[in-house]
């Protein structure tokens, strides 16, 4: 009895040792996470105190993941490379677009590019087959030329007749001939003169100058010229005035043929000056240059006063301000006492025009008489007005584009006939551009005509309109 109840002591005394120690064990586990956890949210704090904004947990974030850091700076690198990469691509473009040679096949094959673009498909009665409008034929010339050259191929050789486009029975424009022989000169980065002799008899021995400019991407005619074989060229002279002054003039002023006087190139030098006021130009001289011998002489003589031309632009400029204040006065003053001043609104004068005298010309706004001054284009209804409402056309002149002096161009498909109404006889024509909403057919021009009096004065004798007509 004994010896069990010994061996039952020990047994209660073993279970209760097993027991001890399972609790034990289980509080200090307990007691061991909650240090740890409790230590790791602690960590950070101590870290956030002692690092501005939370870098250490960005620091220790890294350190954990090396991979990850490496991965993202590879990233940026090549993000970093593929920008280098595209703004390289786009300097690249730049300046091979303002960096182009051209052969002279390559050449050849632009102008006969132009030529084939001319070439349109009409029929037997001369009617384009594929564009109904001058419109769309511009558009269609303007894929391989510039917009004058287009514009002015479309008023020479095309009009509009009862609604359908025809070609205009006359002899084309020049072309290149690439089985004789034609030069290549290159003029800047993007220009090249193509250039070649031809004679005709109709047009006699001339030397014919293609103009070649890259321009978005493409190269397109810019413009054709042509002088009798021999002889100077516009821009040549242009060159030659620059080359004559030299560093009396600075690269940025401008040298540019104006006008023809006399059968000489008139060459304008001024520069274009920009001020709070806005801008302006400032002349530094005119110059001529004889087509047939290059020899340059100034305009400017040593009294200072200008050539006959600027003369007559300078009368012209004060007829348009009288116009364009309606002081009938001083208009009065400028017209020709013994012709009087005629009114056209078209280029091709007749004998059916207005005339003014000069006495009148200073009453015109008190007139309420009603005149007939031309025919409307297309419909042919009668164009009649007042003198003062039909000469509100003329404030549309307050700003232009040109001032052109004695080098009338037949700009449109009515025939002009100034100088022949007129003869002997200076014209300054005020041009105003088309916009390009309207294809730029919607261009302007005022033609101020003067005549000598009995006295050897240039007076006004007429005021013709010329514009787009269908």
């Given at each position: 009895m004994r010896l069990a109840s010994?061996?039952?002591?020990?047994?209660?005394?073993?279970?209760?040792?097993?027991?001890?120690?399972?609790c034990s064990s289980e509080e200090a586990g307990t007691n061991d996470q909650q240090e740890t956890d409790q230590?790791?949210?602690?960590?950070?704090?101590?870290?956030n105190e002692n690092t501005p904004d939370g870098q250490g947990e960005e620091e220790q974030a890294n350190e954990e993941n090396p991979a990850d850091d490496e991965e993202q700076s590879n990233q940026d690198h090549e993000e970093e490379q593929t920008d280098s990469d595209d703004q390289q691509t786009e300097e690249e473009q730049n300046e091979e677009d303002s960096s182009q040679d051209l052969s002279k096949e390559e050449a050849a094959e632009v102008l006969q590019e132009y030529e084939n673009t001319f070439m349109v498909k009409t029929s037997t009665d001369g009617t384009v087959e594929n564009y109904g409008t001058k419109e769309e034929l511009l558009s269609h010339f303007k894929t391989i030329m510039s917009q004058e050259l287009a514009q002015n191929y479309v008023d020479d050789f095309f009009r509009m007749d009862n609604g359908q486009l025809k070609m205009v029975a006359t002899e084309p424009p020049v072309w290149l001939d690439p089985e004789n022989d034609y030069q290549l000169n290159k003029q800047n980065e993007s220009t090249y003169h193509v250039v070649q002799s031809k004679s005709s008899e109709l047009r006699g021995d001339r030397e014919y100058t293609f103009q070649l400019a890259y321009k978005n991407g493409q190269w397109i005619v810019d413009e054709v010229s042509s002088a009798k074989s021999g002889e100077v060229t516009k821009r040549e002279a242009e060159e030659s005035v620059r080359n004559h002054l030299g560093n009396d003039i600075t690269e940025s002023t401008i040298v540019e043929y104006d006008h023809m006087e006399q059968n000489q190139y008139v060459i304008h030098v001024y520069d274009q000056i920009e001020d709070e006021e806005g801008s302006h130009t400032a002349t530094y001289g005119w110059y001529k240059v004889d087509p047939a011998t290059g020899e340059i002489t100034s305009l400017f003589g040593d009294d200072e006063q200008t050539s006959r031309s600027q003369q007559i632009k300078e009368?012209?400029?004060?007829?348009?301000?009288?116009?364009?204040?309606?002081?009938?006065?001083?208009?009065?003053?400028?017209?020709?006492?013994?012709?009087?001043?005629?009114?056209?609104?078209y280029v091709n004068i007749s004998d059916e025009d207005v005339v003014f005298e000069q006495e009148q010309v200073a009453n015109l706004f008190e007139m309420k008489e009603t005149y007939t001054w031309g025919y409307q284009d297309g419909?042919?209804?009668?164009?009649?007005?007042?003198?003062?409402?039909?000469f509100q056309r003329y404030q549309d002149f307050a700003e232009v584009d040109k001032v052109i002096v004695d080098d009338l161009k037949q700009r449109g498909n009515v025939q002009m006939n100034i100088k022949e109404y007129f003869p002997e006889s200076h014209v300054v024509e005020f041009y105003k551009n088309g916009t390009e909403e309207n294809s730029n057919m919607d261009w302007s021009s005022l033609y101020i005509v003067f005549q000598k009096n009995s006295e050897g004065e240039w007076k006004a004798v007429a005021l013709v309109s010329g514009q787009w007509t269908i």
């Open positions: 010994t061996r039952k002591t020990l047994l209660f005394s073993f279970l209760a040792a097993i027991l001890v120690t399972g230590a790791a949210q602690e960590e950070p704090n101590d870290s009368k012209a400029d004060n007829v348009l301000d009288a116009l364009l204040n309606k002081d009938m006065d001083t208009l009065a003053s400028y017209v020709h006492q013994e012709k009087g001043l005629l009114i056209s609104p419909s042919g209804k009668p164009m009649k007005s007042t003198p003062q409402e039909y």
